[in-house]
C-alpha cells in the first residue's frame, strides 16, 4: 500500500509564505493540486521521479516552487506571496506509471488526504 501524507497547511495573511510537505512509501513522480469549494482540483504543480524536471501551473508561476529529497522520499511546495484565491485544500499525489510529471487528475494513482491552506485578506 503506497501511503501518501500531506502536512504544512494553515492559516496564512495575504503576501505570507507557507512550506507543504508530502511523505511517500516509495519514490515516484509526485505532483500538487487544490481544490477550493465548489471547484474542480486543479493541477498546481509536478515534479519528476528524478527532481530534474518541474512544472508549474501559470496560476502559480512565479509564487510556487516544487522540490524534492529524494533520499527521504519528501516533497515539497514553497509557496510565496500567497494570495486570498490560493485559498483551497491541496493534495499530493503519486504517479507509479510514469518517471516524468503530469499535469492531470487521472495520471496520478495515489493520493494524500490534503491539507486546507487558508489565506487571509
Known amino acids: 500500500q503506497v501511503q501518501v501524507v500531506e502536512s504544512g497547511g494553515g492559516l496564512v495573511q495575504a503576501g505570507g509564505d507557507l512550506r507543504l510537505s508530502c511523505a511517500t512509501s516509495g519514490r515516484y513522480a509526485m505532483g500538487w493540486f487544490r481544490q477550493a469549494p465548489g471547484k474542480e482540483r486543479e493541477f498546481v504543480a509536478a515534479i519528476s521521479w528524478s527532481g530534474g524536471t518541474t512544472y508549474v501551473a501559470d496560476s502559480a508561476k512565479g509564487r510556487f516552487t516544487i522540490s524534492r529529497v529524494n533520499d527521504k522520499n519528501i516533497v515539497y511546495l514553497q509557496m510565496n506571496s500567497l494570495k486570498p484565491e490560493d485559498t483551497a485544500v491541496y493534495y499530493c499525489?503519486?504517479?507509479?506509471?510514469?518517471?516524468?510529471?503530469?499535469?492531470?487528475?487521472?495520471?496520478?494513482?495515489?493520493w494524500g488526504q490534503g491539507t486546507q491552506v487558508t489565506v487571509s485578506s
Open positions: 499525489a503519486a504517479r507509479s506509471s510514469g518517471r516524468v510529471y503530469a499535469t492531470e487528475v487521472h495520471q496520478y494513482d495515489y
